[in-house]
Each structure stands twice: as C-alpha cells, then as structure tokens.
C-alpha cells in the first residue's frame, strides 16, 4: 500500500466517522460503525451489472439492479474524492455491493484493517443517503473478521469470486467457514466463477447462492468496451 495513500485514507475515515456520527452512528472500539440499524436485502434482484455507474444508460433496469464494485483500487481512491456525486448517481440502482478496496493477505494487518474500516464506512455513507448495500465477505486475515460485525446477521451478502486472495485455497475454506459462522447469510450474490470449494461450503452451510455474473462474461464486456473506446 502506497504510504501516500495511507495518509490520505486515514483523513478520509476521520471525516467519514465524524459524518456517520452525526448521524447517530455509533462505532465499535476498533473504529468500525455499527450499521445493523439499516435495512438491507434478503434475496438478490433480477440482475447485477459492473461498476463504474457512469454507463448507467446501458442498463436497462436499473431499479431492479445491484451494482458491483468490481474494479482495481486505484480508481475507486479516486471515487472517495467524489463520494457525493458518486452516492447521487448510484441512487438510481436498487442496491450496491460493498465497496471493495484490497485487503489481501499479503499486506499487514494495519494496511488490512484499514482497506476494510475504509469500505466500512463508506458503506455507512451510502447507507445514509438512503443506498441498499449488499455488504462483501471479503475480509482479511483471521484477525480482520471483526469487520463483519459492522452488518446485521440473516441479510444476502456478496461474494466476489475473484482476487488476490484466491490462490491461498487451505487459508481460504478456513477464512470462509468463519465468516458464514459470523454473519449467517441468507442468501450469497456471487459473480465471478465460483470454485467447487466455495460452492461446497456454501452448500455444507445451507446456504443459497445467487451466481448472476461469471469472469467470462466481465472480460468480454470489457473487452468490447475498449474496442469501443479506440474506435
């Protein structure tokens, strides 16, 4: 994690905190907002569609679609910048996933918890301004998973099956058996190509899983977005 960036997300989590506080959020004491007072989805709608939201006009019902933050971190720190106009334009969609900077397993635990307190509380942000979230499991480390304690329990949760942190797969069904365990979903959105693991343990769990959106499907749309774009 870039140092600068570091810096520049702890002054934006301040302000965060300081915003969700005035609205009557109160926080946990590693500095994670308790937002289980929201509303939030059991089932998923009809459809989920890629970010960035500015190609809203392709989607053809955007009230009966979920927004994924699936993107590569550099420009969603650009998002934070703009969170406003970023929450003005996503009111239109029925609900977002979680917004989703990197925790990968291969930063330290303070770089961990940071990405994840960051998409936690600007979770709480479109929360107030009255967006559905769908939160993510992802998490870190196994000490990261007091994250999920953010979000009520019995609510459908995301599930991206793509990442840094794939390739860990022993790590990987343990992480998952304790998240389910913590947050009890009742019902996983996942996009991305689900493994025989992640669906198994779904499965053991009695747990349904919504897949709307694979890999193949994402890297032909955006395939045929930059042939678009250099015409």
């Known amino acids: 994690?870039?140092?600068?960036?570091?810096?520049?997300?702890?002054?934006?989590?301040?302000?965060a905190q300081r915003l969700l506080s005035d609205e009557g959020i109160s926080f946990y004491d590693n500095g994670f907002p308790n937002l289980t007072k929201f509303e939030y989805i059991k089932e998923a709608p009809e459809d989920i569609e890629l970010w960035p939201y500015n190609k809203r006009n392709q989607v053809?019902?955007?009230?009966?679609?979920?927004?994924?933050?699936?993107?590569?971190?550099p420009p969603?720190?650009?998002?934070?910048?703009?969170?406003?106009?970023?929450?003005?334009?996503?009111?239109?969609?029925y609900a977002v996933t979680g917004f989703d900077l990197s925790p990968c397993l291969d930063f330290s635990i303070q770089e961990q918890n940071a990405a994840l307190l960051v998409n936690a509380l600007t979770n709480g942000l479109f929360l107030v301004h009255g967006i559905r979230v769908i939160p993510s499991l992802r998490t870190g480390d196994v000490a990261t998973l007091p994250a999920l304690k953010s979000y009520p329990k019995n609510i459908c949760y995301a599930f991206g099956a793509l990442g840094c942190n794939q390739k860990l797969q022993n790590i990987g069904r343990m992480l998952m058996n304790l998240k389910l365990?913590?947050?009890e979903p009742s019902q996983i959105l996942a996009y991305g190509k689900l493994s025989a693991t992640d669906a198994q343990i779904f499965s053991s769990w009695n747990i349904p899983v919504i897949n709307r959106l694979d890999y193949q499907a994402i890297t032909r749309k955006r395939t045929k977005e930059r042939r678009q774009q250099n015409v």
């Open 1 to 15: 994690m870039d140092i600068h960036k570091e810096i520049n997300l702890f002054k934006y989590a301040e302000q």
């Open 76 to 93: 969603l720190y650009g998002y934070l910048n703009t969170l406003d106009k970023v929450a003005s334009n996503l009111s239109i969609y």
């Open 60 to 73: 053809a019902k955007p009230h009966k679609t979920v927004l994924t933050f699936f993107e590569s971190d």
């Open 181 to 183: 365990a913590l947050s």
